[in-house]
C-alpha cells in the first residue's frame, strides 16, 4: 500500500522515536519534534507509539493513494481535506484508491502527523528512520533528505485496532498553561531579577524556529559566568547565550553545548512549544523533578 506525493508542502519529513545511545558518536537524536502527537497518531491504529509517520509542517501537502488502506492524523490542525471532506485531529480514517489527502494552511498549530499501520517503511540508520537534514541521516531514501514531490510512502501492515481517543486522552497541547522547567545545574548563576522575569514574563516565540530549536524573545537575562566548558543537553534545554535571550533545543539539536541553562522543559512542555507558531507567547514557570515524572508517567499510561 502506498501515497504518492503529488505536492510537497513546506516540509514533511518521515519521523519515528529518534535515535538514543549514539551521542556519543555526535549525531542527534532527531524524531518527532511533537511526540505526543506522533504517539496519538500510531495509537490509534494500534502501532508502537514511535513507529514511523509524516510530520506535515505548516502543510500544503497532498498525497494520492495508490491502493485502499487506513490512515490517522493528530496533531495540529492544517486544514486536512479527504475528497474535500475535512478530516479532524484526533482520528483514523479509511482512504481509497485514487483519492487524494491535502492540507491546507495552519487553523491550530503547526505541526501534524499521519499514521499508517505498522508504520512507514525507511531505511533504518543507527536505529532509527528519523530525518535529520543537517546530518544527512534517514529519512525516505536514506539521506537525510525531507520528502519531495513523486516520493512514494509505503506501508505493510494492517491496523492492529481502530481505536478513538477519548476527551481525556487529547492532547492538552494548545493551551495557555505555562510551560514547566526542570531547573538546571547552573540556576544560581543568573541574577535574582533575571529568574524573576524568566517565570513572570511572558516570553514571544521567535521566526527562528526550526528543528534544531527555538529562540524566546522577552527580558534580557543576564548570567554571572561567563564561559564554561561544553557539555551535554538534553532535549527541552533552556540556554541563555550572551544577548540573554533563550533558546530551547528541540529533536534536531546539538550533541553538546557551552552557555548557561536555565534548565529543561518537561517533554510535554517540548511538544506544545513545538506545536507554537512565530509570535505566540508563553510563560515558563518551574516544576520540581518529581513532579514532572509524575506527569510524564500519567501521560505514558493513557495510552496502555
Not at 479509511?94 to 487524494?100: A, D, E, L, V
Not at 526550526?210 to 524573545?217: A, S, T, V, Y
Amino acid at each position: 500500500m502506498s501515497l504518492l506525493i503529488e505536492r510537497s508542502g513546506a516540509l514533511a519529513s518521515l519521523q519515528d522515536g529518534g535515535r538514543f545511545g549514539v551521542r556519543h558518536l555526535g549525531v542527534t537524536q532527531g524524531g518527532a519534534a511533537d511526540w505526543v502527537s506522533q504517539a496519538s497518531a500510531n495509537w490509534l491504529l494500534g502501532n508502537p507509539l514511535q513507529a514511523a509517520t509524516v510530520e506535515i509542517t505548516l502543510g500544503n501537502l497532498v498525497l494520492l493513494a495508490e491502493a485502499d488502506g487506513c490512515l490517522a492524523l493528530s496533531g495540529a490542525d492544517l486544514a486536512a481535506t479527504l475528497e474535500d471532506q475535512p478530516i479532524t485531529p484526533g482520528r483514523s480514517f479509511n482512504i481509497r484508491k485514487g483519492q487524494r489527502l491535502r492540507f491546507g494552511t495552519p487553523q491550530l498549530g503547526v505541526r501534524a502527523y499521519l499514521a499508517a499501520p505498522g508504520g512507514f517503511t525507511a531505511p533504518q540508520l543507527l536505529g532509527s528512520c528519523a530525518t535529520v537534514r543537517r546530518e544527512g541521516l534517514g529519512g525516505l531514501h536514506g539521506n537525510g533528505q525531507p520528502l519531495v514531490t513523486g516520493d512514494l510512502l509505503a506501508w505493510n501492515g494492517s491496523p492492529a485496532s481502530r481505536r478513538e481517543l477519548k476527551s481525556e486522552q487529547t492532547p492538552a497541547l494548545f493551551t495557555d498553561a505555562p510551560l514547566h522547567v526542570v531547573l538546571g545545574a547552573q540556576i544560581g548563576d543568573f541574577s535574582g531579577q533575571s529568574l524573576f522575569e524568566a517565570f513572570n514574563c511572558s516570553w514571544t516565540v521567535d521566526q527562528r524556529a526550526d528543528r534544531m530549536g527555538i529562540r524566546l524573545l522577552g527580558p534580557m537575562l543576564r548570567c554571572s559566568r561567563q564561559t564554561m566548558i561544553s557539555e551535554g543537553v538534553p532535549l527541552g534545554a533552556i540556554q541563555v547565550p550572551p544577548d540573554g535571550q533563550p533558546i530551547v533545543l528541540l529533536n534536531d539539536r546539538q550533541t553538546i553545548g557551552g552557555y548557561p541553562r536555565l534548565g529543561a522543559l518537561t517533554p510535554l512542555a517540548v511538544a506544545r512549544l513545538a506545536q507554537c507558531l512565530p509570535g505566540t507567547e508563553v510563560q515558563l514557570k518551574p516544576v520540581a523533578l518529581q513532579a514532572a515524572q509524575r506527569e510524564q508517567r500519567l501521560l505514558l499510561a493513557q495510552w496502555h
